[in-house]
């Protein structure tokens, strides 16, 4: 299924990215290569397959519920863009 | 005194032990290495020479007081990938370009913890992405090899083209490295290097920038198999604060190299024969299998029928869990924000689309895509089913064989600006093609150089273990490498 440039253009909003419409044109062709390539996957039979989403057969662990780390503010914002006290500033999320 | 940054790792650790010479004298022989060569090689993207200088001489009163550990002085390159406390960390993204971590990953830890000495964070794509260094935010680093028919500067491969290229020029003794799709071992074949992805769950993922977390695996890329052994062994470890890290206790890795393979089963898959694969790839492979014969091996055919899957499915797994990763990158907490708008969406739009190079967006857009709704059976859920019939080809070729022989890569070190590649994605996405298969399963794979083609370029073999057989891995390694008797080095044009 060929994507067009207007889905190119939804997948870089919902993917919070911003391109030219020049850019938009150009990735719709790429996009449209790769995603051909990847069509040849509806050769493969997968009926009666579990999806796999690891490729360790292990339970996931648990921890005791407990504090084992903290009190490190200064270190927390220490890369923010900007940040003022221990806080990090951000622009206005409600209008 | 013989050039100490010729050594191998073994041999420098059995040097500072002797007292044949000190940790700084080694250091120092390194440090003067690197700035003569990264001008022209880029592999370093940030020295550490000041915290390096530190550490030998820590180093170096632990060696005279006897209290030496594993790696005690042995200086090495880190992938700027691994966080490292104190010391900027960036994946090589714009994103990243001025982040200093507030902690260290688990793998460098336990590399400092064993006495390593840091000579400073290695070069590589972004984020992992790529298979040429070309889309490094610092810059490509350049192949200390050259080909005897042209001038023109080659690429490393990639990801991990830094540590590559730094442990092929004697930058450092070794270099850790990471593997989601073939970036250790491929810039370990294009480079006559050593390069070992373990189980996937060996090494701790955290510290480590994630890239596809189902696929991440931290490792080495030495000038040896016994090296790539003493480095995994310091590098491996169960780690709490990763929940995907392996209980299992290590064996001691370097125990088997050296080790006969005398009765080992040995598989030649059917499906690794592709077309258009040059005949010197084909012919050395032949030539691998015959060393491991004559070693003793019995060779084994076997069928791993879904191999040629193995590639689209890993482009629909990997973006979609590049783009969820990759989704922390907001410009709030850490990393760029942009200076060009004030509201929230302009804000996160702008600041992600400033910081991103362009494979790094095409990829992220390619798995929103594919998990966005209406797409995410077709594709995502599709891709899982997928890979666990790869996974599942391993299983039954396991009933016939002990250890897989590969090669490594389907061509050696292209040039850097290779216009075929640049233009069309999937030309450089197949640089991965019988790497990949080990990612998606989690197995152990190693690449081995084993020769030159006719143009003076190394070529390697790769040999695939079975989960939490690295020791067979390794010892099949050592074989082909001492019958290969790859002894060759790039010569210093830099």
Redesign the interface.
């Known amino acids: 299924m060929a994507?067009d440039v207007a889905t190119?253009r939804k997948?870089?909003?919902?993917?919070?990215?911003?391109?030219s419409d020049e850019r938009l044109e150009s990735?719709a062709g790429?996009?449209n290569?790769?995603?051909g390539?990847?069509?040849?996957?509806?050769?493969?039979d997968?009926s009666d397959?579990?999806?796999?989403?690891?490729?360790?057969e292990?339970t996931?662990?648990l921890?005791d519920d407990v504090v084992t780390d903290g009190g490190?503010v200064a270190?927390?914002?220490?890369?923010?863009?900007?940040s003022l006290d221990g806080f990090?500033i951000?622009?206005?999320?409600v209008e | 005194m013989s050039d100490l940054t010729k050594l191998t790792l073994k041999s420098a650790l059995d040097g500072l032990k002797a007292k044949q010479f000190s940790s700084t004298e080694l250091t120092e022989a390194f440090i003067g290495a690197i700035e003569k060569a990264n001008p022209a090689l880029n592999a370093y993207v940030l020295t550490t020479f000041d915290k390096a200088r530190e550490m030998a001489g820590e180093s170096d009163r632990r060696l005279k007081a006897g209290e030496a550990r594993a790696l005690e002085g042995a200086p090495l390159g880190i992938k700027d990938l691994f966080c490292t406390k104190g010391v900027r960390t960036t994946a090589c993204s714009g994103i990243l370009d001025?982040?200093?971590p507030?902690?260290e990953s688990t793998v460098t830890q336990n590399l400092w913890d064993d006495g390593a000495v840091m000579l400073g964070k290695l070069n590589m794509d972004e984020f992992a992405m790529g298979s040429s260094n070309e889309t490094s935010h610092w810059g490509p680093v350049t192949n200390p090899w050259k080909s005897n028919a042209s001038n023109a500067p080659l690429t490393p491969g990639g990801s991990s083209g830094g540590s590559a290229s730094a442990v092929a020029a004697d930058l450092c003794l070794a270099a850790t490295a990471s593997d989601t799709g073939g970036s250790i071992r491929q810039p370990a074949a294009f480079t006559g290097t050593v390069g070992i992805k373990p189980t996937?769950?060996r090494a701790s993922r955290y510290g480590m920038v994630a890239f596809a977390s189902?696929l991440d695996q931290a490792g080495p890329i030495t000038k040896t198999v016994e090296d790539a052994a003493i480095m995994l062994q310091s590098m491996c470890s169960h780690d709490?604060k990763d929940?995907?890290s392996?209980p299992n206790a290590l064996p001691d890795f370097s125990s088997f190299v050296g080790k006969s393979i005398k009765g080992l089963r040995v598989g030649i898959p059917d499906e690794y024969r592709l077309d258009g694969i040059p005949g010197e790839i084909d012919a050395l492979w032949e030539q691998g299998i015959q060393w491991l014969k004559d070693a003793g091996a019995e060779i084994v055919r076997i069928s791993l029928p879904?191999t040629?899957?193995a590639l689209?499915?890993y482009?629909?797994v990997a973006p979609a869990e590049a783009?969820s990763n990759l989704?922390r990158y907001?410009?709030?907490?850490?990393?760029?924000?942009t200076e060009a708008?004030?509201?929230?969406?302009d804000?996160?739009?702008?600041s992600?689309?400033e910081g991103?190079g362009a494979e790094v967006?095409?990829r992220?857009?390619?798995g929103?895509?594919v998990l966005?709704a209406g797409f995410y059976d077709a594709?995502y859920?599709?891709?899982?089913?997928?890979?666990?019939?790869i996974?599942e080809d391993f299983v039954n070729a396991w009933n016939s064989c002990d250890v897989i022989l590969t090669p490594a890569t389907p061509s050696a070190a292209f040039q850097l600006g290779d216009t075929e590649k640049a233009a069309?994605?999937?030309q450089m996405y197949l640089n991965d093609v019988f790497t990949v298969t080990t990612n998606?399963?989690?197995l152990p794979g190693m690449a081995v150089p084993a020769g030159l083609d006719s143009k003076g370029l190394p070529l390697g073999l790769q040999v695939i273990g079975k989960?939490l057989d690295e020791g067979t891995t390794l010892a099949v390694g050592a074989v082909l490498e001492k019958a290969a008797g790859f002894t060759h080095k790039p010569s210093q044009w830099w």
């Not at chain 1, 951000?90 to 999320?93: D, F, G, I, L, R």
């Not at chain 2, 804000?347 to 702008?350: G, N, P």
């Open positions: 994507i190119v997948v870089a909003s919902l993917s919070r990215l911003r391109e990735l790429q996009l290569g790769i995603l390539w990847i069509e040849q996957l509806n050769e493969v997968v397959v579990q999806p796999m989403t690891s490729c360790v292990m996931q662990p921890r490190k270190d927390v914002v220490s890369n923010a863009p900007k990090f951000v622009p206005k999320v | 001025t982040f200093v507030p902690y996937y769950g189902s709490a929940s995907t392996l879904n040629k899957y689209p499915c482009y629909i783009s989704a907001d410009g709030m907490r850490f990393g760029h924000r708008a004030s509201s929230l969406t804000t996160y739009e702008l992600r689309s991103f967006k095409r992220i857009m390619i929103t895509y966005s594709y859920v599709k891709a899982l089913k997928v890979r666990r019939r996974a069309d994605p999937v998606l399963a989690g989960a």
